[in-house]
């Protein structure tokens, strides 16, 4: 469960930090089909680590 966290963490930092790096504007310029499915994945691949993890 732990590994499965810290994996999450370094996706989530790097997303972060890419985020910061491309700036606010940019990201609320995309369109929302490419917004939508972004959080999509993300929230996905949220609860597959917490099902993975709980195994």
């Known amino acids: 469960m ?3 966290i810290i994996c999450f963490g370094i ?3 790097g997303m972060l ?7 606010y504007q940019h990201w609320f310029q995309l ?6 499915t972004f ?3 993300f929230v996905a691949l ?7 993890g709980r195994r």
Do not use: N, P, S
């Open 2 to 4: 732990k590994r499965a």
């Open 46 to 52: 949220g609860v597959g680590i917490l099902i993975g």
């Open 17 to 23: 930090l890419q985020y910061w790096q491309t700036g």
């Open 11 to 13: 996706a989530l930092g």
């Open 39 to 41: 959080i999509v994945m």
């Open 31 to 36: 369109e929302d089909i490419h917004h939508e």
